[in-house]
């Protein structure tokens, strides 16, 4: 007896606590059926990780203030998937969607097949290999936000010591476009050499373990590269953990908060903030024009946005995630 | 009558572990000597050590996975657990709002150990209810709760980690990150929940009825309902635990990165069915044991480091950690074909010559299951 009621009240505490998640979701759809302005798709790669967390707030936030309703999706980083968030689109009849692209050549079907249907479709954050399919495609400028970045590191190195590098997700392209940045830059000082590379896949406790492998092969190691944030800041674990934080330099790409906090504590030298904030809002007023007017109103369809250092000089004026006040 | 059989099934059990865990044994043996060869700060003390700690958040989770294979189950939702229940931690450590209040709930830090691994084994008895009373497929209902739990976890953080877990002294609520942080006698605090979790559990198999039930309804479900084995009572137990487990790790794993992530644990359940399966445990039930799996682990965390720290490609990493697994559970499974026909052989040798027993000990213990297994399939 006590068994049933257990289980009567385990399914009910399941079915109660799914019931409670789905209000958030549910109001903005419903608030949205009463505007006559349609819906904007908003389809992003990773509600997990605070970057793309970010863009999808702002986008959401810009298009609800203009009086559209929203959705929310990710891909992360599945060209499939992404295909059947775009489909789904499709079948709703959207007004217009904002996609940040699982891949630059992998998307570029599923950007025509929107197309096609007659939805238009904004790029944020990164790009797809052909143009005139998307009515535009607003990237922040990596390979500049790598060299600055870069330059900021081999400052902080003295432009000398050995370092190593933890690099993205080998599928993503910006992976490969930070990393050749990097390496452009410190290219041009002889007093620097690369050690090891690991990738870590965007992930901070991948970064950590890998880190932790790294120094065990060089313990020798004054400098750390990562391709992003999250990465470095498990690098700045291991180091912490080893003892060796005061004397490596890490550098990191993205500019998240808690990037920021460890740029105030000393554990970072710099990191680089991609102005995702300032693209998606872009994109979403780029879009409603569009919607309006049948322009986007900008005269050309790629539109590269320039990254911005963070450093101990200028983190005061990181007012919220992702925006330099 | 049940007494006789469950302890000739044991003894059984332990010669073939011992075999078993004997070439696990070489395989990790083997991995050492080529990585230490490779390159010189393979077996440095620091490196050894962050390596045991690398291994002790998986062998965690596969002294919980290792229960539930036992019973022929499976748990996929363990990863998602780890990432739930540090994400749970990372909530309380920031601050609870209570709901309809603006009142931030502070609770002191073992109160916050103590919820978040309860919030573990709610998961966990949630999956043991739907696989027990309702039925479900273990693959399927642990499946869902994989999605489940990661969507919670994405739920309370909205993406954003919880970084801010070093509490006030204001507050009351210090002292979680030092105390998991710590090491004692120099071992990191990870190492030493796996020995405690590994002692724990082995007394749990060997020394107490519900160990003996586990095996046994392992081996065949059926005939220990038969023999009065609480069959679904021991399954929602198995699922509890293994909850438990995963809900320790998420705690290590969230004071390890100083934050909380609700990405955190992807993928961790294959890597602990990986370490059981190495360690000899049967996918189908009955058959495996703490030291085989607590190797198991060994193998692939020794193994997976080695690469990183001889410089081997990301790509070549995952080809050479999927070979080993492959190849360490294709030999045992070899192993077993000629043990089982060596004991047919044995048993029809018997036969003929009709002498109920030779001086040989361990044989007759060691053919009798055996054919009686043969004979109900």
Redesign the interface.
């Given at each position: 007896m006590f068994?049933k009621i257990?289980?009567v009240c385990?399914?009910g505490a399941?079915v109660f606590?799914?019931a409670a998640?789905s209000p958030s979701s549910d109001t903005t759809a419903a608030s949205g059926g009463t505007t006559e302005k349609g819906t904007i798709a908003v389809i992003t790669v990773?509600?997990?990780?605070?970057y793309?967390?970010a863009e999808?707030d702002t986008a959401k936030a810009a298009i609800e203030d203009l009086g559209y309703t929203s959705t929310v999706n990710a891909h992360n980083g599945d060209a499939d998937k992404q295909n059947q968030l775009i489909d789904s689109a499709i079948s709703t009849k959207v007004q217009a969607i904002i996609l940040d692209p699982a891949g630059a050549d992998e998307s570029v079907a599923a950007v025509q097949k929107a197309t096609d249907a007659g939805i238009p479709v904004f790029l944020v954050n990164a790009e797809i290999s052909e143009q005139g399919i998307a009515k535009s495609q607003i990237v922040s400028n990596n390979a500049q936000g790598a060299t600055i970045g870069a330059e900021a590191w081999v400052e902080a190195m003295g432009e000398n010591g050995v370092y190593v590098e933890l690099?993205g997700n080998?599928t993503d392209n910006n992976a490969q476009v930070r990393s050749d940045g990097y390496a452009a830059v410190i290219s041009g000082y002889p007093g620097l050499t690369k050690v090891?590379q690991?990738?870590a896949n965007w992930?901070?406790?991948e970064g950590?373990?890998?880190m932790?492998?790294?120094l065990?092969?060089h313990?020798e190691i004054t400098g750390v590269i990562a391709g992003n944030d999250e990465m470095a800041?498990?690098a700045i674990?291991a180091l912490t953990?080893?003892g060796k934080i005061s004397t490596v330099k890490v550098l990191g790409f993205d500019g998240n908060?808690?990037a920021v906090?460890a740029i105030n504590a000393g554990t970072m030298v710099a990191t680089v903030l991609q102005p995702i904030v300032t693209g998606t809002q872009e994109a979403v007023a780029q879009a409603d024009s569009f919607i309006r007017t049948g322009e986007t109103g900008v005269a050309d369809e790629k539109q590269s946005i320039d990254c911005v250092l963070i450093n101990k000089d200028n983190t005061a004026d990181y007012t919220s995630?992702f925006v330099l006040g | 009558m049940s007494e006789t059989t469950s302890t000739v099934a044991r003894r059984r059990i332990n010669l073939n572990g011992l075999l078993i865990e004997g070439r696990a044994l070489i395989a990790l043996v083997l991995i050492i000597i080529i990585f230490a060869s490779l390159s010189p700060n393979y077996l440095g003390i620091d490196n050894l050590i962050i390596m045991t700690r690398h291994v002790a958040m998986n062998a965690i989770l596969a002294i919980g996975m290792l229960m539930v294979i036992l019973n022929g189950g499976i748990d996929l939702s363990v990863g998602s657990t780890v990432g739930l229940t540090g994400v749970v931690a990372g909530s309380l450590l920031e601050g609870l709002q209570i709901p309809f209040l603006d009142v931030f709930a502070y609770p002191a830090v073992w109160v916050v150990i103590v919820i978040s691994l309860a919030v573990g084994m709610g998961i966990g008895y949630i999956n043991g209810i739907l696989i027990a009373r309702l039925k479900v497929a273990p693959f399927i209902a642990t499946l869902g709760m994989l999605y489940i739990a990661r969507g919670i976890a994405l739920l309370i953080t909205n993406g954003t980690p919880f970084s801010r877990l070093r509490g006030e002294e204001a507050l009351g609520n210090t002292g979680f990150l030092p105390f998991l942080k710590s090491s004692p006698l120099g071992l990191p605090m990870a190492v030493w929940v796996m020995v405690a979790f590994a002692i724990a559990f082995a007394i749990v198999l060997t020394k107490t009825p519900f160990g003996r039930w586990l095996y046994a309804t392992g081996s065949n479900e059926r005939a220990a309902e038969l023999s009065g084995v609480p069959v679904k009572k021991v399954q929602t137990r198995i699922y509890l635990l293994a909850g438990l487990c995963a809900g320790a790790v998420g705690l290590l794993l969230t004071a390890d990165l100083s934050s909380a992530t609700p990405s955190g644990g992807e993928f961790f359940e294959l890597n602990a069915i990986a370490a059981v399966v190495i360690g000899g445990a049967a996918l189908s039930g009955g058959r495996g044991t703490i030291r085989g799996t607590l190797i198991g682990a060994f193998v692939i965390g020794f193994l997976v480091d080695g690469l990183v720290i001889v410089g081997v490609s990301q790509f070549w990493q995952q080809i050479i950690k999927g070979a080993v697994i492959i190849i360490a559970v294709a030999l045992d499974q070899f192993q077993q074909t000629l043990q089982k026909r060596r004991a047919v052989k044995r048993v029809s040798a018997d036969g003929k010559t009709s002498e109920p027993s030779r001086t040989a000990q361990s044989a007759p213990g060691e053919e009798k299951p055996l054919v009686d297994n043969s004979v109900d399939k």
């Open positions: 068994r257990a289980t385990a399914a399941l606590s799914l998640c990773d509600l997990g990780n605070p793309w967390q999808a690099f080998p090891g690991e990738t992930d901070r406790a950590k373990t890998k932790e492998g790294l065990a092969a313990p800041l498990g674990e953990d080893a908060a808690d906090d995630p | -």
